[in-house]
């Protein structure tokens, strides 16, 4: 046959960055057949905010969906100088003396097209970023279709967590792009403290790389006291990356923005590039645009919410920690989620799959955020309290036997 001749095969019909394995893992099945047998599970993982009971101002958000403005087409690659004014602005009232230019905003439908859109920038095929381990699952997929490699570095705890810097001095080669920060870090919640910016800024230097600095969850320290934001930062050629999502609990609106700061040529010039990607797909909606202004506002009635539900959930975990021996909760500075350290008896994946079947309790084990090694259980507090209390007391039951 023709196709063979040429040495075409049936498997070459997609592309290899495509071999995902699409069947579900055993966790997730015991996941379907628990649902299909109409057992109520407590839900300890859930991260979407628009489902766990928190008061929203619905009149405010659907009114700013409906701007007469948003029947004009005006296609600004970077998106609306207006919507780019209101992200400066958020800026400008969460951080002290700091006046971000609005020309330094890329708007971007989600912070994984953030993502991409700065890999597209650095990258070429199988060059490689480094990122943090333990983290957030889905940088492997947004790299593996930017055909980018990722080389991980230690976060390592030790009363509090710490980035591994021996270790990421080891891990740089010269296919080496850029490093990723998360600011805190899914899931461990630690943020990069002031010492650890300074030494990621000499590193970024000392081999020409780029920073990429995920905030989503900047504004939720528990302890209330702000922390500093890389959109900012003079030192490194620095993209930041946040959005609705997290900020004003808004993930359906689809709106989140890459912000460059750094050297100043640098910036011109990687802002010069990523305007002609953002204007290749011009991917924002004008509604969304319109509205940004109202949305980001409803920040201010939506975080006093969701830290609060944070420490009440918090609270009543440590109170639940003190009545047993076999679990201890890792310290915790900001973010959404709480990380367990368990006795490894099993994989963290058949602990899960255990308390799935025995308490019908869902929650993560390590392994899904890549931790170094079995023994971690996360949970999400953002977790509807009733929930979250009687899922603890389910888990803490099965882990003290
Ligand atoms: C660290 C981190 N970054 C980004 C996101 C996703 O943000 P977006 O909805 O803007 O893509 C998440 C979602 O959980 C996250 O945990």
């Known amino acids: 046959m023709a196709a063979e001749r040429i040495g075409y095969h049936g498997s070459d019909m997609f592309s290899h960055r495509t071999d995902w394995k699409l069947t579900p893992n055993r966790f997730t099945e015991a996941q379907q057949e628990l649902r ?82 700065v890999f597209r920038l650095l990258c070429n095929p199988d060059d490689e970023i480094l990122v943090p381990k333990p983290s957030y699952p889905l940088f492997e997929f947004l790299a593996d279709l930017q055909d980018v490699k990722l080389a991980p570095y230690p976060l390592i705890y030790d009363h509090g967590w710490q980035i591994d810097f021996p270790s990421l001095y080891k891990a740089v080669t010269h296919r080496t792009r850029a490093v990723v920060v998360v600011h805190p870090n899914n899931p461990t919640g630690s943020y990069a403290s002031a010492v650890e910016q300074k030494e990621l800024n000499a590193f970024c230097r000392e081999y020409n790389l780029s920073l990429i600095v995920d905030e989503v969850f ?65 991917s924002m909606n004008a509604p969304i645009q319109w509205a940004v202004p109202v949305l980001l506002e409803q920040r201010k009635s939506i975080q006093p919410l969701l830290l609060d539900r944070l420490r009440t959930n918090l609270e009543e975990l440590d109170r639940e920690l003190t009545k047993q021996k076999a679990s201890a909760r890792l310290d915790v500075e900001g973010g959404w989620y709480a990380v367990l350290r368990v006795p490894v008896t099993q994989s963290d994946e058949d602990l899960a799959i255990d308390l799935l079947r025995k308490v019908a309790v869902l929650v993560h084990p390590g392994h899904f955020y890549d931790f170094a090694s079995d023994g971690y259980l996360v949970l999400s507090l953002i977790t509807p309290p009733e929930a979250f209390r009687e899922g603890v007391r389910r888990v803490l039951g099965v882990l003290n036997g």
């Open 36 to 117: 299909a047998a109409g057992m109520e599970v407590l839900d300890l993982t859930v991260s979407n905010p628009t489902r766990v009971g928190l008061a929203y101002d619905e009149e405010a958000i659907m009114q700013a969906l409906i701007r007469p403005e948003a029947l004009d087409y005006d296609p600004q690659p970077k998106g609306l100088r207006r919507a780019r004014e209101a992200v400066a602005g958020y800026y400008r009232e969460q951080h002290e003396e700091f006046d971000l230019d609005a020309e330094s905003v890329i708007l971007t439908t989600s912070t994984s097209e953030g993502y991409s859109y």
């Open 218 to 282: 900047l504004d939720y320290a528990h302890d209330g006291v702000a922390r500093p934001t890389f959109a900012r930062n003079p030192d490194a050629l620095t993209f930041t990356l946040s959005g609705l999502s997290k900020i004003s609990g808004l993930p359906q609106m689809k709106l989140a923005w890459v912000v460059a700061s750094g050297p100043e040529e640098k910036v011109q010039a990687a802002l010069a590039r990523l305007e002609v990607i953002a204007d290749t797909y011009l």
